[in-house]
């Protein structure tokens, strides 16, 4: 999960990395694919929505 898909694939891009797709646009929002050394085909994904922000009962904040 990224906050800026297409600046992310950028980046990427720019290091060697392999994209299989374009930046694809959906109802939720963006996502690119990319393959790994090993050719597993994985994503890049951007909600359309802030990411909520989690906390647990000891106190301990995340985002998902």
């Known amino acids: 999960m990224t ?3 297409r600046k ?3 980046e990427l891009k ?3 990395v392999e994209f299989v797709t374009d930046v694809l ?3 939720w929002g ?3 694919q990319f393959l790994d050394p090993d050719g597993n085909r994985l994503q890049i994904r951007e909600g359309r929505y802030p990411r909520a922000e989690v906390v647990s009962r000891r106190g301990r904040a995340w985002r998902c």
């Open 3 to 5: 906050d800026d898909c």
């Open 8 to 10: 992310t694939v950028e």
């Open 14 to 16: 720019s290091r060697g």
């Open 25 to 27: 646009e959906f109802p």
């Open 30 to 32: 963006y996502v690119a």
